[in-house]
């Protein structure tokens, strides 16, 4: 059935993409969207705690579905969504992100109305949501067929958030134009190669790689944002080339393939000896692009000199200053996948998990902590690892076979864990979502707990309670003052918000700590794990770390 | 002694203006900012449990105190803030948002690093931030001096937020300059009228009132922006004007005085003589502007003929199409105060009390809570009501003398309330604040509660349990999907914060409510009641009500 209005039509276009929830809070200006998005069969309403809540969900989902649909109101809903709407911009997440406006009629009066400053003035937050993607479009009755076909190609093809604004009025409007139908893979949305580039760039890569005596590859994240994940898999393995990932890229490869060399970050790669193929490699191969950021360096502990790079970028390669333009990665992965010869063989020492230590009377610390979380992990899991010292000390863990990992160290916005779990949840139904994350981190968001719980989402959620934000607090070199948090008692937090269903429980011994993960893993709704860990972070980073963020700020 | 960095200095300048407080979230860019703020001996740095919560707790403090500090970190930091910025500009509330930003080395450098697109382009958030402002600065160790002295002087004469960017290599050098010393008071800071505008206005302004035989007052929130109301007094007292509040300027002028006729809300005002004598008035004369939004006016019931109505704003004067300008709002009421001659005694008829109904037994309704939260509330109250019903039903009480009011009703940001409840506590530490929430928008900013326990914050909060957003159920005229909250124990919320020694209820009939309310009052630390209210917003509103919020949206 056809949809008669033009927000059903949004909603009818977005779900042809595959996307089965929309992830929001409801409001007066968008009660048409709302409606709309309720009267979809395809589409469950997620009621988020807040907007930006809503965004990390969304972001959550769009990173395993492919894309998704967040909405928000006028004004208050979308500001408060930015922060994570510009999130999934930096790590090149889709996200639709449809506002409902106030109706054209109360904009060509100038009335004063709520949601906005009082002063008769619209228009002035579609520039700051736009901002925050990669497309927008204000759609009306007449242009909504060809907007949305727009939007979702240039949100595909950048990979990026996309914002779309309904005024309510248009938004119950029938739709004037003949309506676009069917599914939409987004792949036949990216845009298309220009062969003569994608032939020439395979071709100066193979050569390139003919060459090397000492190639390896570096798996970005973006093969996964382009769903280009067949067309590496079958490169690696023709090519047999080693290849590593940095934080910002682990899960978007296996573990367990027989190539892996292990976590790249600078001179702090796990094994270290990752970090010494990648920095002695006579050819790097970016498969993505490899961002250089400071967490996914090891604070720029080393740099990959770029005449020994190559960089297979979205729709680009750079090998030196000779750049190829047109070309999709997917394309140059499958081309290079065909025309690749197998690089000169060598042996490459394989990551091991970290070992297991500590009696069951022990403190839970960081050692007995990751190797247990490691050890428990099983396929069809997916770990998330929150901002600060969850992440990184998640990512140097070889998981298992089928173990997926989601972070977000790029932003690094605080809090983004816990609902990216509501979201990743969702679009993986059969998998168990793992969630790490800090006290100090968790109660940003926190809220998001009941609307887990009511859904019926069962994740198992570890809260490490120091008391203290505590990569802040080592990186700060001062006090506690603003580092230390509210004392919440964690373990309290689920049955207050509604999940009563839940095991939850503070955990202080190892013991309790393995009791607790076993009984977890057979409970049949959401656990969540508040382990007292009064050890992160209470080293201080090493001085040259603290000379990258701190002391270099210094003047002289 | 004076501050020997360049932060040092920015917090010295806004500690002069009497400010005690530093809301906010710390962040590594921000660190030494956020260090600057913890060694001024003048200021608290209050943690708050996310940035946008930080940002409604300064709106709150800076509507008690005249102005208020946040700190956020660059990009993740302040966008999670922008929505909360925002509303203080729409409320004319001045808010210093001061932000730390990547070194100017990292900048120069173009390094790709944590909390930005990874893309080497930094300025890209200033703007998104400085559009919630009325004005902005970009910090440096030789403009800081004159910069602070432009950005506190623009955010009094605007009355709204500033924003001050600082790069954290900046942050820490000495202040290059001669800097200002000594407490400031805003009135300083607020411009200087041109004496022959004021003269001008004064003459029109009474002029026009000699004429009026029924002229009534319109007293605006403005007029506590600009520290007016000891000249708001004065005139009254001379002129023996009636006057009126609506919703949005509740607050301003105690409702124990002798000449208040009730609240305006266009046809439905409380009392409706309050309307009557508006809405028949020759001569409305709004003290600050009076803004016609939609909630202010019970959804546009009615309109002030323009040709009626004098508007004295915050610096011009308008009578129909003579405007005088470089007029401030204090001086012109000031000028009236001396000038003006009594208007026309007539009876007006006062507003009253709601009268207290319901039996022990009885379950607790709108009918039965309002009325006795009117009672119960006393010299040194200050209610607060969030947007939504709470704040349109809190509206229409007739507070006891020595009672203050805030709400949101303009910007109308859901989750406003309980986050302002400890910005204006801190303002306000000898009275008590008693707000009243509903559940959704509670669910929104719930993690604020942790941290006024921490503090010993001790304020009333009644939280209105119905399962649904009440205002919104009744507004979409649709089913409940996306209206239907997740099914918190909200009463368990203290304890799970670490507010254990808070006295935390849920009630269900008058006579638990009656308990509840007399415990809260005596309890030394905060109250927490959750109110079983299922009748609120059960009744759809009027249908021209409903015609202005949604039908009028249908074509045709």
Redesign the interface.
């Known amino acids: 059935m056809p949809a008669s209005t033009v927000a059903g039509y949004v909603f009818e276009r977005l779900a042809d993409l595959g996307i089965d929830r929309v992830f929001?809070?409801?409001?007066?200006y968008s009660?048409?969207i709302?409606?709309a998005?309720?009267d979809n069969p395809r589409l469950q309403?997620v009621?988020c705690?807040?907007e930006?809540n809503a965004a990390y969900a969304a972001d959550g989902y769009a990173r395993r579905k492919g894309a998704a649909i967040l909405t928000t109101t006028y004004?208050?809903g979308e500001?408060?969504a930015?922060?994570g709407v510009?999130?999934a911009?930096?790590h090149r997440v889709p996200i639709f992100h449809v506002v409902g406006a106030p109706?054209t009629?109360i904009q060509r009066l100038g009335?004063?109305?709520?949601?906005?400053?009082?002063d008769g003035v619209f228009g002035?937050f579609f520039?700051?949501s736009a901002?925050c993607c990669g497309v927008s479009a204000s759609i009306t009755a007449d242009n909504v067929v060809e907007e949305m076909e727009r939007v979702i190609r240039e949100a595909f093809r950048l990979s990026k958030p996309a914002y779309i604004q309904i005024p309510?009025?248009f938004?119950?409007?029938p739709v004037l134009g003949t309506a676009a139908r069917g599914s939409v893979r987004p792949a036949d949305h990216r845009g298309r190669s220009n062969p003569a580039e994608v032939k020439a760039a395979v071709r100066a890569i193979t050569e390139r790689l003919g060459q090397a005596t000492r190639p390896v590859a570096l798996a970005s994240f973006q093969v996964g944002r382009y769903r280009a994940q067949s067309q590496l898999l079958a490169f690696l393995k023709r090519s047999r080339i080693p290849f590593a990932m940095t934080t910002l890229d682990k899960g978007v490869v296996d573990e367990s393939h027989p190539q892996y060399l292990g976590l790249y970050v600078g001179q702090r790669s796990a094994p270290a000896s990752a970090g010494k193929a990648v920095l002695s490699a006579d050819l790097v191969l970016c498969l993505g692009e490899h961002?250089?950021?400071?967490?996914?360096t090891g604070d720029?502990s080393a740099s990959i000199d770029p005449d020994r790079m190559i960089v297979v970028g979205p729709d680009y390669v750079r090998i030196g200053d000779s750049v190829m333009t047109a070309c999709l990665l997917p394309d140059v992965l499958a081309g290079l996948a065909r025309a690749v010869k197998p690089v000169p063989e060598r042996r490459i020492s394989a990551p091991r998990p970290l070992p297991v230590t500590g009696d069951a009377d022990d403190p839970v610390s960081s050692a007995t902590l990751y190797p247990r979380l490691q050890q428990f992990l099983r396929s069809g899991d997916i770990l998330i690892g929150e901002g600060g010292t969850a992440a990184g000390r998640c990512a140097p863990l070889l998981l298992p076979k089928g173990v997926g990992f989601e972070s977000q160290?790029?932003?690094?916005?605080?809090?983004w864990a816990t609902p990216c779990t509501l979201g990743v949840a969702m679009a993986e139904p059969k998998a168990r979502v793992v969630t790490v994350t800090g006290d100090g981190a968790h109660?940003?968001?926190?809220?998001e707990i009941?609307?887990m719980?009511?859904y019926g989402v069962r994740p198992i959620i570890i809260v490490l309670n120091n008391g203290i934000?505590g990569a802040?607090d080592t990186?700060?070199?001062?006090?506690h003052?603003?580092?230390?948090?509210?004392?919440?008692?964690?373990h309290?937090?689920p049955?207050?918000?509604?999940c009563?269903d839940w095991f939850s429980t503070r955990i202080t011994t190892v013991g309790e700590l393995d009791a607790a993960l076993r009984k977890a893993r057979s409970h049949r709704s959401g656990s969540y794990l508040e382990v007292m860990i009064p050890d992160i972070e209470s080293q201080p980073l090493p001085a040259a770390v603290l000379d990258h963020?701190?002391k270099?700020?210094?003047?002289g």
């Open positions: 929001g809070v409801p409001g007066d009660f048409p709302d409606d998005a309720m309403w009621l705690a807040n930006l004004g208050v500001l408060s930015i922060n510009m999130g911009k930096a109706s009629r009335l004063a109305t709520h949601h906005t400053l009082g002035n520039d700051l901002a309510q009025d938004a119950v409007m961002i250089e950021e400071d967490f996914n720029w160290i790029l932003w690094g916005s605080i809090g109660q940003l968001t926190a809220n009941g609307v719980g009511r934000y802040e990186a700060s070199e001062r006090g003052v603003y580092n230390d948090l509210a004392p919440w008692n964690y309290r937090i049955a207050a918000m509604g009563e963020l701190y270099q700020n210094t003047p």
